[in-house]
């Protein structure tokens, strides 16, 4: 190898290097950002607990709040309870539609639904600029009121966004984990995880309308990539209860 293809080679790899570093930079500087801003979100729309009239103070007028310890208890309140004020994301971004969160887990975000731009949020944050980890958003053949409600988010390497999901394949993790709330203007609604899939895109599950043959049953899905392969997908099944 003569000095002429050595200087070039040397040259290849540390452009390789750089660029490679500067990618890795990029990515973690733009988790970080977005982790605050979803933060920030989450901060923004927190209600006060309900005090002990059952009221929670300064919380929207839309609905009426109620108390609940257990969302499987038989006196569970008719309206849904109010925890956050959703309505003022949806005055920040129209696209937003409702909240999710799993306690004790990194699953607490605003969910976007798109109907004419089925990815829109897929590298986009909540306020529509480049984002790695996007936001959650929901199936566009899903209409709001669907029997299986389907919510999109990307699997993160640091376990942020759906990157968690993948542990619900493990059963003790799935039962410590099993309740999903799900909250939109008009409340929140609780869901109990039923089932969880390590399948692929093309798991007729996706396909919503097969639920219309379990009259009265509501589900929500999260669903999210899984590192086996491409089109590999992990599915938490989850039956609302209230």
Known sequence: MNKTVRIILIVVLLVI?????????????????STKEFDHLSGLIELPPL????????APTTSQPGAITNPTTPN???????????????????????????????????VMYTPKEAEKYLRKNF??????????????RCPLNSKNLIIYG???????????????LNEDYRKA??????????????????DVKLTNVKDPWYD???LNTTEGDTYLTLSTCHSSNKNARVLVIAKKIF
């Open 177 to 194: 984990h099993k309740t999903i709330e799900f909250e939109t203007a008009e409340g929140c609604w609780y869901y109990e995880v039923v």
């Open 51 to 58: 005090d002990s009239t059952g009221d929670t103070p300064n």
């Open 127 to 140: 306020y529509g600029k480049y984002s790695t980890g996007g936001v959650p958003f929901i199936d566009i």
């Open 76 to 110: 569970a309140p008719a309206s849904p309870p109010i925890t956050r004020n959703v309505k003022k994301l949806k005055e920040m971004n129209s696209d937003c539609v409702g909240w999710i969160y799993i306690e004790d887990t990194k699953v607490n975000y605003p």
């Open 17 to 33: 290097f750089v660029s490679s570093s500067v990618l890795l930079g990029f990515v973690i500087y733009d988790t970080q950002r």
């Open 154 to 168: 990307h699997n993160m390497k640091n376990g942020t966004m759906f990157g968690g999901l993948k542990n619900y």
């Open 208 to 210: 919503y309308n097969i």
